[in-house]
């Protein structure tokens, strides 16, 4: 597990750069900061660069983004869809009476339910330290959707 440790301005930009030459502007600077935002958090099961850019190539014909992992759920069961690229990061609680590998594990399973069954599932994830991060945790689910 890596400790968390912000990206310099130079490989944010190169990391904009990177997707807009690639996307164009098919994601937005506001979502393309929450991508590298996500990085940057994610110290327990880190997401690569390269897994990313596999991830925005599956979504450049639509997509849709969520803040919880319960609005996916409640879209993908609502309008029977199955996504075929899906992308989680979640914030675990280090210090709670919750085992947080099992939290972790059951997520990553009830997502593997929302996925085609020829699809693909990155997951991410990194700690809140103290139980007052909890209530403002970061979360950020994407699907690709081609409507």
Do not use: W
């Amino acid at each position: 597990m890596k400790s968390y440790k912000a990206l310099p301005l130079e490989v944010k930009n190169d990391i904009t750069e990177s997707i807009k030459s690639q996307f164009g502007d098919t994601f937005s600077n506001d979502l393309i900061l929450t991508f590298i935002r996500v990085m940057e958090e994610s110290t327990f099961v880190e997401v690569d660069f390269a897994d990313l850019l596999a991830f925005l190539a599956e979504c450049k014909h639509g997509f849709k983004t969520f803040s919880n992992q319960d609005t996916l759920t409640e879209f993908v069961k609502s309008n029977q869809y199955t996504p075929k690229a899906l992308f989680g990061h979640k914030k675990l609680l280090e210090n709670s009476e919750t085992n947080f590998m099992d939290d972790f594990s059951d997520s990553v399973n009830k997502l593997k339910q929302l996925v085609a069954d020829d699809g693909f599932l990155y997951v991410s994830a990194g700690f809140n330290q103290d139980l007052s991060e909890q209530k403002n945790g970061f979360e950020f689910f994407m699907i690709s959707c081609h409507e």
